[in-house]
């Protein structure tokens, strides 16, 4: 069975809590139901999944999802944050070797 991102339509992994191509809260069913509360700003729904990235160890994704976040917003603190972090934690991963 395959599922679908009710917003972007993009196809899903199963384990994905986030959609993978426009952040989407995929297990948050009763949002989905009420348009009105899907709005959502997408640079939160953008920001919620590179936190999930980066507690999955993902810090590439990390990376590039708190940069997208900054195109939009360059004065997100929350992003810069989460970015500096990310390629701390990367540097770390790389020189524990
Ligand atoms: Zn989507």
Redesign the pocket.
Known sequence: MKDH?P??Q?EKKNADRF?G??G?RLNEEEVLTDGTRVEMKMSDIQLNLATVYFKRADYQETKRLCEKILVLEPGNKSAQELLEKAAEAEETELTKG
């Open positions: 991102c917003r972007c993009a959609c191509e426009c989407f």
